[in-house]
């Protein structure tokens, strides 16, 4: 099979970075497809820790095409930040190496600013506990038809018109929200002088895949957020604001869904969520924080504490459906090493009636209660572990678990933040 989509099948976080990068050895081309710098994506190489936000996870391998595609939502100024922190780290990146589409929309520094207005403004139970990078925002304006994208900015004329535009939109906004107005000026001088600098990366990428494909190359697409913060199948309305499921990694690039070989889900072999919103197996107990504590359960954007709580079968079930998985990557094993007793949530209690997936209604979200399944936990350590052989038996009978419940068989196991401490059970790239 030629071409891999990976995507979160949880609520982000699960290790799709760690994963990219280690799949990306046998590709030739990795795309972001969703998402912007909300995303973070830790890389661990020899002790060395990578931290992206908007550049594929493919970029530190060298060799390989990366391209930003037009399903992202790009923060011209964090991009080149970034770019300088991970050239500082060794790793090159030019326009042979990274590529952005041309038609991808801008965030401009009055999204992050409404998207932080907004949540501050927002009472209890309102917040959605956004990354405050200005992704919502930036996505409405693409909606809207008034969004700056990367072509704009090879025009002065064209770009002055474009800031006009989206211009009408939020100065009155701001006012409401009692913000100061956007100086035109400045925001245009600001953009002309960023604009070569993000234009030597750009390209029409749709034209360079669709012929890449065409010559037998691999493309491997890298999806951002996990299932559950989808903005049509998350825990609306505290979601992200793209859709971040497998189908979206066409449209994202621009190729057609028969351009799409294989789903790989990530998934961590517990659950995490960051934000506001419905999570049903979540705990606040002293397994939760051996969780949290275990895992590093801090945010890699925001360094927020995650919530932790128990695997969930029957979201991941769901999740799998959704995007089409063919098989999952299970993350994160070697935290739950040492625990006596292990359970997973394998349906709901709806007042009082058994469910078997998470109802589309808040409310009924919210009344969701976990109906738990336990399993024997182990005391041996998995972490490290490349082989099945390495596993003690009741950690392999946890994984068949996972399998049956969540009917999707593992493809790959990860039992640290490490590059290779990963096993392979099957190829999602073999024929
Ligand atoms: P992503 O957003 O899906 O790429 O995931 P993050 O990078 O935000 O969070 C996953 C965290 O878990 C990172 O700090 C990884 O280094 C780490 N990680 C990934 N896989 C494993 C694993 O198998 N075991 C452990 N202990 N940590 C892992
Ligand atoms: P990766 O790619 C975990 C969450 C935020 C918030 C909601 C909306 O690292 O898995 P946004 O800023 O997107 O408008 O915030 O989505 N969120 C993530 N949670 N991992 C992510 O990305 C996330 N990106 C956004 O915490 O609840
Ligand atoms: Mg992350």
Wanted: proline share 4%.
């Amino acid at each position: 099979m030629a071409n891999v989509v990976v995507v979160g099948a949880q609520w982000g976080d699960e290790g799709k970075g760690k994963i990219v990068d280690w799949l990306s050895e046998r590709a030739d081309v990795i795309c972001r497809f969703q998402g912007g710098h909300n995303a973070g994506h830790t890389l661990v190489i020899d002790g060395t820790v990578y931290k992206l936000h908007a550049l594929p996870s493919g970029v530190v391998r060298g060799g390989k095409l990366s391209v930003i595609g037009n399903g992202v939502v790009l923060d011209p100024w964090h991009l080149l930040g970034e770019i300088e922190t991970i050239r500082k780290q060794g790793v090159e990146i030019t326009p042979e190496t990274l590529m952005i589409a041309e038609n991808t929309p801008l965030i401009l520094p009055f999204h992050g600013e409404l998207d932080r207005a907004r949540e501050e403004a927002a009472s209890t139970g309102t917040k959605i506990g956004t990354t405050g990078r200005g992704i919502g925002p930036a996505y409405e304006d693409k909606v809207g038809r008034r969004v700056i994208r990367v072509a704009d900015l090879a025009d002065d004329a064209t770009l002055e018109a474009r800031v006009d535009r989206a211009l009408q939109h939020h100065n009155p906004l701001r006012k409401g929200l009692g913000v100061d107005e956007i100086d035109r000026d400045a925001l245009i001088a600001q953009l002309k002088e960023i604009a070569p600098k993000i234009l030597e990366y750009a390209a029409p990428a749709w034209k360079v895949l669709n012929e890449k494909r065409k010559a037998g190359n691999r493309i491997l697409f890298e999806g951002a957020q996990g299932a559950l913060l989808d903005i049509d199948f998350g825990t609306y309305p505290f979601v992200t604001s793209s859709n971040v499921i497998a189908g979206q990694a066409a449209t994202g690039v621009g190729m057609g869904p028969g351009a799409i070989d294989y789903v790989l889900g990530i998934v961590k072999a517990y659950t995490t969520r960051v934000g506001e919103g419905p999570f049903p197996s979540e705990l606040f107990d002293a397994d939760g924080d051996r969780l949290g504590t275990r895992g590093h359960e801090f945010g890699t954007t925001t360094g927020r504490k995650r919530r932790c709580g128990w695997f969930d079968a029957a979201l991941v079930r769901q999740t799998c459906a959704i995007s089409g998985i063919n098989g999952i990557c299970l993350t994160k094993l070697d935290v739950l090493d040492g625990f006596e007793t292990l359970k997973i949530c394998v349906a709901y209690d709806l007042d009082g009636k058994r469910l078997d997936y998470l109802p589309t209604a808040a409310d009924e979200q919210a009344r969701c209660k976990p109906i738990y399944e336990e399993l024997e936990g182990w005391s041996e350590s998995t972490e490290g572990a490349r082989s099945w052989a390495d596993l003690p038996a009741a950690a392999i009978k946890y994984v068949r678990r996972v399998e049956e419940l969540i009917e999707c068989p593992v493809a790959l196991l990860s039992t640290s933040p490490e590059r290779d401490d990963t096993i392979l059970v099957t190829d999602p790239f073999a024929d």
